[in-house]
């Protein structure tokens, strides 16, 4: 193992004991603790006109959002080929097929004019993606969206607790997911959110999360189960379980804590790095945001040779991503010009970045870098 890591939870004496909490209960399957994670999502994100869903996982929430959007056999879904791969799976588990959009050079979000040349009448849904610490352009999302009749999954799983133009994200768009898996900012150990704004999408994700069962929050989130009720939809096993919900709660408190250490280290990363003329920083001062990763961008000619190096000082490095339109399961996908995919597929590079890590260890690694481009 590497001595300074991408990425390492944050699990305190506060996550143990509201993890134990949760396990002495009698009631490990979904219950109270969920029902209170999604009211304090919903707080802390100021969503009063919306309606938090908690779920097993990011991809999960995309499944079922897209299922809430109508997506099925034979629609398009327009997304960055620049994106999780959680988000193509989920596309396909629909019965629907992935369209790749190529992303904007600066922001590393979709490019929304190639988005707009993609469109056909097939076209059911766009998945709009907040590439870490630089947010799309949601405004002209929605317009988008609203011209062409489409709906928009808006996929926040880097973008929990940033603001977009003063407003928390999470409460602006048509549909929004998080992820709260065991590398994002929070973490429910693995966990998901949806939020919708009408109460009828709300009862349909709670039927669909639960195996299609018709059973009512009401009593689930009172540790209770109603025995009889009916299945009226298809269903997943997607809910969130009381363990998992307990430790978001506590990861949910230190919020403030996170996204302050987060933006010193990258700002501190921004300052040292963009000295060097090699290298690529996000141009941003991460003013309204809490970054999730922080990444660099450098010629493909050095990527690996500068990954080889850190790793032999020590440090860990990630990439995401590699496009979606590599992989040989989405080869054949319709997409256009995917030019800046392509160069940034080859040239990105996550170095560690995350709560636990010190502005010490920032350093070094800015520093190691900075060795590595003296020496070549
Ligand atoms: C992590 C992530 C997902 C998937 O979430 P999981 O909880 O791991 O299933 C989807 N989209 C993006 C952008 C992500 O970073």
Redesign the pocket.
């Known amino acids: 193992m590497t001595e300074i890591p991408v990425f390492n939870p944050l699990i305190e004496a506060e996550e143990l004991e509201s993890a134990q909490a949760a396990l002495k209960m009698g009631w490990l399957g979904m219950g109270a603790y969920v029902g209170q994670f999604e009211d304090e999502l919903k707080a802390f994100i100021g969503a009063d006109d919306r309606y938090v869903a908690a779920v097993s996982?990011?991809?999960?929430?995309?499944h079922l959002s897209l299922l809430i959007a109508g997506v099925g056999p034979d629609d398009e879904v327009i997304t960055p080929s620049f994106?999780?791969i959680?988000?193509f799976q989920a596309i396909l588990a629909t019965g629907g097929e992935p369209v790749f959009c190529d992303i904007d050079e600066q922001t590393l979000c979709i490019d929304l004019s190639k988005a707009e040349e993609l469109i056909t009448p097939r076209t059911k849904a766009i998945i709009v993606?907040d590439?870490d610490c630089i947010l799309c352009d949601h405004d002209r999302v929605a317009n988008l969206a609203k011209k062409y009749n489409i709906r928009v999954i808006h996929?926040a799983?880097?973008a929990f607790g940033s603001k977009y133009k003063g407003r928390n994200v999470g409460s602006f768009s048509d549909i929004c997911?998080f992820?709260?898996?065991p590398?994002?900012t929070i973490t429910c150990i693995?966990?998901?959110a949806i939020i919708v704004r009408t109460e009828e999408e709300l009862k349909a994700i709670h039927e669909m999360r639960l195996i299609g069962m018709g059973q009512p929050t009401s009593v689930m989130y009172q540790n209770r189960r109603a025995w009889t009720y009916d299945v009226k939809r298809l269903g997943f096993r997607y809910h969130m379980a009381n363990l998992h919900a307990a430790i978001g709660l506590a990861q949910l408190k230190k919020m403030d804590r996170i996204s302050t250490t987060r933006r010193a280290l990258c700002n501190q990363y921004n300052d040292l790095l963009s000295k060097i003329p090699e290298v690529r920083v996000p141009q941003t001062s991460f003013e309204e945001v809490t970054p999730?990763l922080y990444y660099i961008r450098v010629s493909e000619n050095d990527r690996d040779d500068l990954r080889n190096h850190l790793s032999s000082v020590g440090i860990d490095t990630g990439i995401?991503w590699q496009p979606g339109h590599w992989f040989s399961l989405f080869k054949s996908c319709r997409h256009g010009d995917l030019t800046v995919t392509d160069k940034t597929g080859k040239e990105i590079l996550s170095l560690p970045m995350n709560t636990s890590m010190s502005l010490e260890d920032g350093k070094h690694v800015a520093a190691a870098i900075s060795d590595f481009f003296s020496k070549n």
């Open positions: 996982t990011g991809h999960a929430a995309l994106n999780n959680a988000d993606m590439y996929d799983a880097h997911i992820s709260f898996d590398v994002k693995d966990g998901g999730f995401h």
